[in-house]
């Protein structure tokens, strides 16, 4: 407890150190889609946003300078990874049927490796990661004629190595890699299941190692708790889920974050988490539709507001990447801003009561898509 304790107290020091700006044209604002960084904390670490405009944009993660734009793809780009071991190459998916790496090192005017789908599906790519060791590249689709598919690649030779279509029933909205282990894969849909594998095995139905049912369409997931041992979910109506890995088991599940907090600390939709590699929950990263960022502690029954932070972004917030190593959070909205939060000395944090009340329920509007 007490390593939790000593974060939180680093995330109430988080600043606003750093903006970027994607657009300056307010009636045609650039949504900031996804962002990945490299791991490390030196000055040459490099962060990927992608925006509405099919653009991914480079950036050196200590001050956010633009250094670069890759203009490749033709439609949206759905998702932006960093390889884990060998970190100079990215890689993207996009509605464009493709999924291309990108070399950091050698320029952004061409992709290094490009990826094909089985010519017999849709390939509307809407998800991307590579795994622990840089050996396999996974990517989701959206569901056309009843079929949805998630795809693997052997990275060294681009070779389409095949698919699962048989676990989920509606469209791909993440693929997610376990951090450590190179088989175990993660994934989740807007059919409200979360699903894990063991790509080990030889077939569909002997891989999916668990089936766990959120009721509602997933947004997001990730690794999180002792070992990285358990997978948490967002959904789309702004429930929180908590699984074991291993067996199934929920270890928590919460509908009432948004109806849980005052109107000074309220929260219209959630972002993404901060992983703890404790017993605890995962840090909640949630937003408001003005453009504050909130960090939530759900480890105990009354939900504690950690941290707000505002002055950056003035539109809802739709994606964000924490750095455990550099203890730097960015953030990325529909204002067209990418935002850097750090323990620098810097400009306004909101301060929020210890502790918070229950307030009765209200309608919020529901966040949109730029495409």
Request: proline share 2%; with cysteine; hydrophobic share 35%.
């Amino acid at each position: 407890m007490s390593g939790d304790l000593d974060l939180h107290l680093r995330l109430q020091k988080l600043q606003l150190a750093e903006t970027a700006a994607f657009s300056v044209d307010s009636l045609e604002a650039e949504y900031v889609l996804a962002v990945a960084a490299q791991n490390g904390v030196d000055n040459t670490s490099l962060i990927a946003a992608t925006s509405s405009d099919y653009n991914i944009r480079i950036f050196t993660e200590n001050n956010l300078a633009n250094i670069g734009a890759i203009k490749g793809h033709t439609d949206v780009i759905s998702g932006v990874v960093f390889a884990k071991e060998q970190q100079s190459l990215l890689f993207s998916s996009s509605h464009d049927h493709t999924v291309r790496c990108w070399d950091t090192r050698t320029g952004y005017n061409k992709e290094v490796q490009s990826f094909q789908g089985h010519e017999a599906l849709a390939n509307v790519f809407t998800s991307i990661d590579v795994n622990s060791d840089d050996r396999l590249v996974c990517a989701g689709t959206e569901a056309a004629d009843h079929d949805v598919n998630i795809l693997f690649w052997d990275r060294r030779k681009t070779t389409l190595l095949g698919c699962y279509s048989e676990s989920h029933q509606d469209d791909i909205t993440q693929v997610c890699f376990h951090p450590a282990k190179p088989n175990c894969l993660g994934t989740c849909s807007t059919d409200g299941l979360v699903c894990v594998f063991d790509i080990n095995k030889t077939s569909e139905d002997d891989a999916l190692m668990l089936t766990l049912n959120a009721e509602s369409s997933v947004d997001r997931i990730g690794w999180c708790g002792s070992e990285v041992s358990s997978v948490y979910c967002l959904t789309d109506i702004g429930t929180f889920h908590i699984w074991d890995s291993q067996e199934g088991d929920s270890l928590q599940s919460r509908s009432d974050i948004k109806e849980s907090l005052l109107e000074d600390c309220s929260v219209d939709y959630l972002v993404d988490c901060v992983p703890v590699n404790s017993e605890s929950s995962p840090l909640l990263v949630a937003g408001t539709n003005s453009g504050v960022v909130r960090i939530l502690d759900l480890s105990h029954n009354d939900i504690k507001t950690v941290t707000s932070l505002s002055g950056g972004h003035r539109d809802k917030i739709r994606c964000c990447h924490w750095n455990s190593q550099s203890e730097r959070l960015v953030t990325g909205g529909e204002d067209s801003l990418l935002c850097q939060w750090s323990l620098s000395e810097g400009a306004q944090t909101e301060k929020t009561p210890n502790e918070n009340k229950m307030k009765a329920k209200k309608k919020t509007p529901k966040r949109g898509t730029p495409y």
